[in-house]
């Protein structure tokens, strides 16, 4: 794999406080980097610093093996961004808003407009005013702004927030698509960790401005491991029971009502029926797996898994 993106130990401070930690990240050429992280984590803050539009305190950042200095600008022009809402021209039309784009930009190719828009599915709409345009339409058109240079690296900040399920569903589509057809590398940052589930190769999780951890999607999928999670009303002596009882040694208390269990040798009805012997009240129990949505929760909890 070849570092497109390199980020080593970076932080920013602002007005005394730390808004990004020693962060260490890595992201690969033609590959879809998901950026996970509550609002507020510090990923805008950490893509803005990438884009040169934030000076990090300090730490290094190589974009294109270029390391990026207060007054770098060239490489920017291998690099497409959306970061927060898109905003364009109301009054003009979709390809109108291209055009223009193109000419403060000092990009003469305006033949691939055409193409940029029919990427992103607005073709058929070029020539209608952007105040008609519905939220997903504007994301839309945001990426073909972002897309119209052909850029090498495409920086997408919470693309998804807002739209409905189809929206969702068709920019999933689109960014397959430009990582698989026009080798595009994809930086993009969620807290909707389902829809970075889908599309991801690379995933790092940020939590407080700290990178907790940066991990290969197929890593995650290796450890979808089964267990038994039990809705309980008492966690204590559920787990005195599982314990002594049943000699349970992998468990995870979730929350004050929820344990998981990862032992593999011991049954779903033999837990359920210790319990009820013991007078736990086994409010729900079932198999489940961990997904990256479980990973992610567990990562930014801190977790509490007993071996």
Do not use: W
């Amino acid at each position: 794999m070849e570092p497109i993106i390199q980020i080593n130990e970076l932080n920013k401070e602002f007005k005394g406080k730390k808004i990004v930690s020693n962060v260490n990240m890595t992201v690969n050429k033609r590959e879809i980097y998901g950026f996970l992280g509550p609002n507020g984590a510090g990923k805008t803050t950490i893509m803005k610093m990438i884009l040169n539009l934030v000076k990090p305190t300090s730490g290094e950042i190589l974009v294109l093996n270029e390391i990026i200095s207060p007054t770098s600008y060239q490489y920017l022009k291998k690099v497409g961004s959306i970061i927060e809402y898109p905003v364009f021209y109301d009054r003009l039309t979709a390809k109108e808003n291209l055009n223009l784009h193109c000419q403060y930009i000092g990009f003469p190719h305006k033949g691939l407009i055409e193409e940029a828009l029919e990427i992103v599915g607005l073709k058929e709409v070029e020539d209608k005013k952007i105040h008609e345009f519905s939220l997903g339409m504007k994301q839309r058109l945001g990426i073909a702004r972002a897309i119209v240079t052909r850029p090498e690296i495409l920086i997408l900040d919470e693309p998804i927030n807002g739209l409905d399920p189809i929206g969702i569903k068709d920019m999933r589509k689109l960014f397959l698509l430009l990582k698989e057809k026009y080798e595009m590398t994809i930086l993009i940052s969620s807290h909707i960790v389902s829809e970075i589930e889908s599309v991801a190769d690379t995933i790092g999780i940020i939590n407080d401005g700290k990178l907790l951890k940066e991990v290969r999607m197929e890593e995650i999928r290796k450890e979808n491991t089964e267990y038994i999670e039990i809705d309980i009303d008492h966690i204590g002596n559920a787990v005195r029971v599982l314990k002594d009882q049943l000699a349970v040694k992998k468990y995870e208390i979730e929350n004050d009502h929820i344990i998981r269990i990862f032992d593999q040798n011991i049954s779903q009805s033999q837990i359920n029926k210790e319990l009820i012997i013991n007078e736990v009240t086994v409010n729900r129990i079932e198999k489940k797996q961990h997904n990256l949505e479980e990973y992610f929760v567990n990562l930014i909890n801190g977790g509490s898994r007993h071996e």
